[in-house]
């Protein structure tokens, strides 16, 4: 064999368990048919992270100045400099991927990946030469690309996915979003943030539909004030392109009625890169949507065959895909490793104000057999979010009421996500609210909000 080990896909699935097959004494090559990094360094969570940046900036001096002391005249904003901002966050950290693997001695080939055997993989280039890889284990990290359902299918200008939206330099002056999820909040931040008129249609009762009820009303009430448009319980029907604008029909609640705005931002969901792979001539079992069936150390139905990521199917995140990588590459090399709970993964949005959950809501501990006991506190009692001017949401943790463990919860508010951290590593080393609690938090800090939670378990809230 030429490898131990051969990736197909180098997102944060494929690249991190290429470095970690490579720190356990494993031969490696990494494919790709594009980029290092994937979609996420590239043109999904990092530089979307740096766009979201220039829209807090930019929303309070648009809408906030005086509260600040600032006072101007002929203000410019120029979009276009958020996005080449981005495109320098993306390319600085793609390049430290590309020198993670010429430090791990990884060998990066850049083509299309074909699966031949369990042990074989073609490699076609951008000249169409093909040159064949063999390797005793094989992990599938391909990820995923947006569902673009046929009425709803982009052209790339007016019509548009997460990646032309991410690159795209205009601003658009009015747009719809259909899709309540993760990208369309985010997106709805960014340019709701520098003035477009936004309108965010959900098939769903609520946004950000897999989260707590409980969240989904606090972020709508405070996207209404940010003058967003929701539109939930609504199918689109059709998209036409017009000669200035795009009108989207849909059948909502009301009946039938359309909205028209310059671009359309479909952002309905993912379908996994499992065509074209080899993968039905191989024999590797998937699901009706195509996705990648694997075991809790992602090993497929086939010996020696893992898969990792998006392609997976679990939980399209890249934190998640990172950790899946990270058990693949110990397993194959056999060494101890885990097996992930995916209930219990941390999930994060980066929309304004921000959302970070993890483990069940009530319902769903209910639903599982847990007796849940929940506490909950506002960020308007917490300094340093008062200092900061950001004072809206709450953090909620759900215990079980005979174990005392954590088994959830749910956050919207300034820097959540960055709270996540303490509450999952509590969760999994099976902590109470109690010692959550007698764990000093510093203060003024954001985290106060968890601490007084943790006490609210208890019934012991100081500042409220």
Known sequence: MDYDLIVIGAGPGGYVCAIRASQLGKKVAIVDREWLGGVCLNIGCIPSKSLLKNAEITHTILNRAEEFGFSYENLHVDYSVAVKRSRGTATRLTKGVN???????????????????????????????VSNLTASNIVIAAGAQPASPGHLSNDGKRVITYREAILQEHLPKSVVIVGGGAIGVEFATIWSSYGSQVTLIEMLPRILPMEDEQISAELTESFHRRGIKIITHAKV???????QKVKVTIKAEKGIQSVSAEQVLIATGFVPNSNNLGLDELGVECDNRGFIKVDARARTNLDGVFAVGDITGKL?????????????????????????NYRMMPRATYCHPEVASFGYTEVEAREAGHQPKTARFNFQANGKALGIGEYGGWAKIISDEVSGEIIGAHMIGPQVTELLPELTLAQNMELTGAEIARNVHAHPTLSEVVAEAAHGLMGEIIHA
Do not use: C
């Not at 990884?106 to 299309?112: A, L, P």
């Open 237 to 243: 029907e059709q998209v036409e392109t017009e000669s």
């Open 316 to 340: 399209l995140l890249a934190h998640v895909a990172s950790a899946q990588g990270v058990v693949a590459a110990e397993t194959i090399a056999g060494e101890p490793t885990i097996d992930l």
């Open 99 to 129: 020198f993670l693997m010429k430090k791990n001695g990884i060998d990066v080939h850049i083509g299309t990946a074909y699966l031949k055997s369990k042990s074989s993989v073609h490699v076609t280039d951008v000249k169409g030469e």
